[in-house]
Nanobody, 117 residues
Framework: QVQLVESGGGSVQAGGSLRLSCAAS????????VGWFRQAPGKEREFVAR????????YYADSMKGRFTISRDNAKNTVYLQMNSLQVDDTAVYYC??????????WGRGTLVTVSS
């Protein structure tokens, strides 16, 4: 069992930045593929970004390319999502997920990101 805890959400104005963190207890997050997903009010959950295992290759949804960066810090057992140039449409609850070979096996409870104009 992998317990994931997201943090770093909050309120920001359009054009601003936030860095989300996904921390795992006990199990080494470095041995899982990890992804970020989001769910806006009234919408389906959608893929944001993921980092593969092994290899550490990053993949992004088209609308996030160039604005969001996913990365790992294995020493801290944490995966980050750096979000720049935030837009009002980025407002959502952001979830972290881990699994092998792909994310989706374990989920955190989410962290809320609110972007205002």
């Amino acid at each position: 069992q992998v317990q994931l805890v997201e943090s770093g959400g909050g309120s920001v104005q359009a054009g601003g930045s936030l860095r989300l963190s996904c921390a795992a207890s006990e199990r080494a997050l470095s041995t899982y593929a990890v992804g970020w997903f989001r769910q806006a009010p009234g919408k389906e959950r959608e893929f944001v970004a993921r980092i593969s295992w092994p290899g550490g290759t990053a993949y992004y949804a088209d609308s996030m390319k160039g604005r969001f960066t996913i990365s790992r810090d294995n020493a801290k057992n944490t995966v980050y999502l750096q979000m720049n140039s935030l837009q009002v449409d980025d407002t959502a609850v952001y979830y972290c997920s881990a699994g092998r070979p792909s994310p989706g096996q374990y989920w955190g409870r989410g962290t809320l990101v609110t972007v205002s104009s």
